[in-house]
């Protein structure tokens, strides 16, 4: 029987006349787990979305009732795996049949069987009783997992001036009891996971040759094996793979990834599309298709080339039989000069007359217009230049061979405006501006530069598409209908409402604002710091994602440290002691960096006991484990509260705490109850004497003078 209980009260019979006297003995609740402390319940080795449970046992040793305040998971690193349930219905008791008294507020359902934190009906133990509690480990995460279940009993409060006595207790030593829950998620099956699924190489000039990476990656717990990937051989001209790097044994463990390259190489500048074949032995995921695009569909940063004609002029008149030379300079925005197509024709005749690609990058174009090619009389040179997305830039000039300007052409341009000119298809439309004639090439300004009776067409200020806007009024492709300002955005990577926004509000979309969506490479996009640019941690996830966990290509990754994990709190074996008397103290700490093999662990003394004489209080304030000594005097005061605190550090500087509370008393009690029973009949009439309860309950000693000493802060 335990000597160290805060307060002892003795029952005793205040009695006028003479009774026969019966005296029974009560210990007070003892609280007990069936496992605690450094006493790790393991809950197995499940594989993530599996369960497993195992029972415990608390336990109300004494046999005095025990107030159940708290059990609940604590928040430790792995308390998301785990969960417990009971059910107050399955005390059961080694006396008799005690009725369980509940001491909640609020009526508790009889079939309600799950017990949370938030929901928490206080409940009694009778003594000699238990209750099982069911932990549950239910992995949603891989590794050795841990977490801690608190259990802490109460004595009923009882109102102001109520001097009888409680109808249940808490342990009088230790109050409150931890245990250490451990579960290991084992690994499952594989998961393939092909990353992008599409590879859009945008618009490329014919020679160039652009290269995406595909990352494989096994997303899954358990091995998994894959084939090599598969081109589509009708078009494997202008597409390539390279397996240089990919994995060689076409095998990965669980979270590992491997790549392999794709390359375009554009025959022409026409569309041109493809796919990659994988197969794997997820059964979720047997077959899986990566598809492949260049030049397709249009650019939304394009904008046409430009052409400026050098020589000769508007109106040249080429008087010999030699080729006629034509010197001009072509550039565009987005891609090299010498990869536009340029031709020139003869609109007025409807032929084209030679090709004008430039050869450099200065984009000098010198054509020889052989005269074989040439009519007699005038006619209109037009240069036409257009790109890989075909937008296209012309300019033009008239010229005149073996042949003097028509006495009726005002403007100069060797076209007139006679009835004849009309009958020939040669009127000039507008005989006062040079710049208007024939096959002209037509600029946005409003006029009919070409006389074919539209004004403006293919340029910027038309609406070529036929949606009713142009480009200048915010159509951002005219070229097709279903984009202008407003328009309702689809997920086919245009911006279609011109907003600046690609496939906004799609699947398509960049969902946490990282610059990257799925299509382009985000392995993760409601997580914006994982994306083909972040930075990559050597924290077990893919962040870069290229399906390499913790590499960067060749240097490795950038060190991550996991502070230590205390579980549980601090762990004492006694919190109510006597003047003088020891308990033990000790922590369970879940490091994953170190393994526990670098941590240092500190103690560190209550302010309030140095002033007690001097007293110290931890033997061994460097070590996991302490003995933690009460002061062998209170100053005069009846009892005090004590503070113990630990600090744990590992070799990287990071800290995990925890604190708890010590009550010494002066003196030391029986914690035990001596009930004298008079209920029997009086031997003798005396007055005073009388039926009713024949047991009295005087106190002995009550708790006035506990005097509770300063908390250190952590």
Not at 2 to 7: A, D, I, N, T
Not at 264 to 283: K, L, N, R, V
Not at 503 to 517: F, K, M, Q, R
Not at 612 to 633: D, K, R, Y
Request: aromatic share 8%; with cysteine.
């Amino acid at each position: 029987m335990h000597q160290l209980f805060p307060y002892t009260l003795t029952l005793l019979a205040i009695v006028g006349c003479e009774t026969p006297q019966q005296t029974q003995t009560l210990d007070y609740p003892v609280l007990h787990l069936s496992s605690s402390g450094l006493d790790v319940v393991s809950l197995g080795e499940n594989e993530i979305g599996e369960s497993s449970t195992r029972t415990i046992l608390l336990e109300n040793l004494g046999d005095l009732d025990m107030g159940i305040a708290n059990i609940s998971l604590q928040d430790d690193s792995g308390g998301a795996n785990f969960s417990i349930d009971f059910d107050t219905e399955n005390i059961a008791c080694t006396l008799a049949d005690t009725d369980i008294v509940d001491t909640s507020t609020t009526t508790k359902d009889s079939t309600e069987t799950d017990t949370t934190v938030t929901d928490f009906d206080t409940f009694v133990i009778p003594g000699g009783c238990r209750l099982p509690i069911d932990l549950t480990f239910s992995p949603i995460e891989s590794g050795e997992l841990y977490a801690s279940m608190v259990v802490e009993s109460f004595t009923e409060v009882l109102a102001e001036n109520d001097t009888s006595r409680p109808n249940y207790y808490k342990d009088p030593h230790n109050h409150k009891r931890a245990t250490i829950l451990r579960g290991s998620a084992l690994a499952g099956e594989g998961r393939l996971n092909v990353s992008p699924r599409f590879v859009d190489f945008g618009h490329m000039w014919t020679g160039e040759q652009e290269t995406a990476q595909v990352f494989i990656r096994n997303d899954g717990d358990g091995h998994l094996t894959f084939s090599e990937p598969t081109l589509d051989p009708d078009c494997a001209d202008e597409f390539s793979i390279d397996m240089t790097v990919l994995d060689s044994d076409l095998s990965l463990a669980g979270g590992v990834g491997t790549l392999f390259e794709v390359s375009f190489t554009p025959a022409d500048t026409t569309g041109s599309q493809c796919s990659i074949t994988m197969e794997s032995d997820d059964p979720n995921n047997p077959t899986i298709e990566v598809n492949l695009q260049g030049n397709m569909g249009v650019d939304p940063h394009n904008t046409p080339p430009t052409v400026e004609i050098l020589s000769p002029g508007i109106g040249y008149q080429h008087g010999t039989e030699d080729d006629l030379i034509i010197e001009a300079r072509i550039y565009d925005g987005q891609q090299p000069p010498y990869s536009l197509n340029c031709h020139v024709e003869s609109p007025v005749r409807n032929a084209t007359l030679a090709s004008c690609s430039a050869t450099d990058d200065t984009g000098y174009v010198s054509v020889s217009i052989p005269a074989d090619y040439l009519e007699e009389g005038i006619d209109t040179m037009l240069m036409s230049v257009s790109d890989q997305g075909s937008l296209r830039g012309q300019a033009s000039f008239t010229v005149m061979w073996l042949d003097s300007p028509p006495a009726e052409d005002n403007d100069g341009d060797g076209f007139s405006d006679t009835d004849a000119d009309l009958e020939l298809g040669t009127y000039d439309c507008d005989d006062t501006n040079p710049e208007v004639y024939p096959g002209g090439a037509e600029v946005y300004d409003g006029v009919d530069n070409d006389c074919d009776n539209a004004v403006d067409e293919y340029t910027l200020g038309a609406d070529d598409d036929g949606d009713s806007v142009n480009e200048f009024e915010g159509d951002c492709d005219d070229t097709y209908a279903g984009t202008y300002p407003g328009a309702p955005e689809q997920a086919d990577q245009r911006d279609n409402d011109c907003d600046g926004l690609v496939d906004e509000g799609t699947a398509n979309y960049d969902g946490d604002g990282d610059g990257y969506s799925l299509i382009n490479g985000d392995c993760d996009d409601q997580d914006p710091e994982r994306n083909p640019t972040a930075v990559e941690y050597c924290d077990g996830f893919d962040n870069d994602c290229d399906y390499l966990v913790d590499h960067a290509d060749d240097e490795g990754c950038e060190p991550i440290v996991f502070p230590p994990q205390i579980v549980g709190g601090c762990l004492l074996e006694d919190r109510s002691l006597v003047v003088g008397q020891s308990t033990t103290a000790t922590v369970f700490v879940n490091d994953i960096d170190s393994q526990n093999n670098n941590l240092v662990f500190e103690w560190q003394e209550d302010i309030d006991i140095s002033a007690l004489g001097g007293h110290i209080a931890v033997n061994s304030p460097f070590s996991q484990t302490i003995t933690w000594t009460a002061p062998s005097t209170l100053d005069g005061a009846s009892a005090a509260l004590f503070t113990i605190y630990m600090t744990v550090t590992d070799d990287d500087g990071h800290q995990d705490w925890c604190f708890d509370e010590i009550t010494v008393y002066s003196e030391a009690f029986d914690d035990t109850w001596e009930v004298i029973d008079t209920s029997a009949t009086p031997t003798q009439d005396s007055e005073g004497c009388g039926g009713g309860d024949a047991l009295v309950l005087v106190p002995i000693f009550g708790l006035a003078g506990l005097r509770r000493r300063r908390k250190r802060q952590p």
